[in-house]
């Protein structure tokens, strides 16, 4: 079972990550998006980091809910309302019980996953987070390593597809060839997770 301690140190975790790889993020970013995803994750979990050490929530959900709320408050660009959507609405699938199953969290961040494909009006192959989030939430079912291995594959996918939504759109079939930030910052979420339930 997984307590509120668990989400604190997994979203701390993400922080550390994400700051280490934030001048990949905007490198990817900057030929098909506009060069600020490592900036602005690395703003937006920093920010969560704080939050959650002054004032822990009790609660799985109650960290997933107030870290979804920080990044929305914190990151520019579409990355905050994506994110933060994703964390809430996990966070409220999630409910308030004290302590939650694995297969409650793959079930909540299945609901957050859902709500992201909703907000962008995009799906699986458009080039998107979503190739990393869908693939990563269906193989928690295994493992966390196995969870964080077909995040990472399904970021690498995304190099050879053509992007449908978002700014890289708008490049056409010049958006072929480039690894997807949004994607590559999804599956750090799941490489973290894997890494804090190790």
Do not use: C
């Amino acid at each position: 079972m997984l307590d509120a301690a668990f989400f604190v140190r997994w979203m701390a975790a993400a922080a550390t990550v994400i700051d280490r790889e934030a001048d990949r993020l905007t490198e990817l970013d900057s030929p098909i998006g506009d060069a600020d995803h490592g900036r602005n994750m690395q703003r937006g979990f920093t920010a969560v980091r704080k939050m959650l050490e002054a004032e822990p929530p009790a609660t799985p959900g109650a960290v997933l809910v107030a870290a979804g709320r920080q990044l929305i408050s914190s990151v520019g660009g579409a990355s905050g309302p994506l994110y933060g959507t994703l964390l809430r609405r996990a966070g409220k699938a999630l409910g308030e019980a004290p302590q939650v199953s694995v297969a409650e969290l793959r079930t909540g961040l299945g609901a957050g996953v859902d709500a992201v494909a909703q907000l962008g009006g995009s799906a699986p192959g458009d080039k998107t987070m979503l190739d990393a989030l869908v693939p990563g939430v269906a193989a928690l079912e295994t493992s966390f390593a196995a969870a964080a291995e077909a995040a990472g594959e399904g970021a690498l996918a995304t190099v050879p597809m053509q992007a449908r939504k978002g700014r890289a759109s708008y490049l056409g079939e010049r958006s072929i060839g480039h690894q997807d930030p949004g994607a590559t910052s999804s599956a750090l979420l799941f490489a973290t997770l894997a890494e804090v339930a190790a």
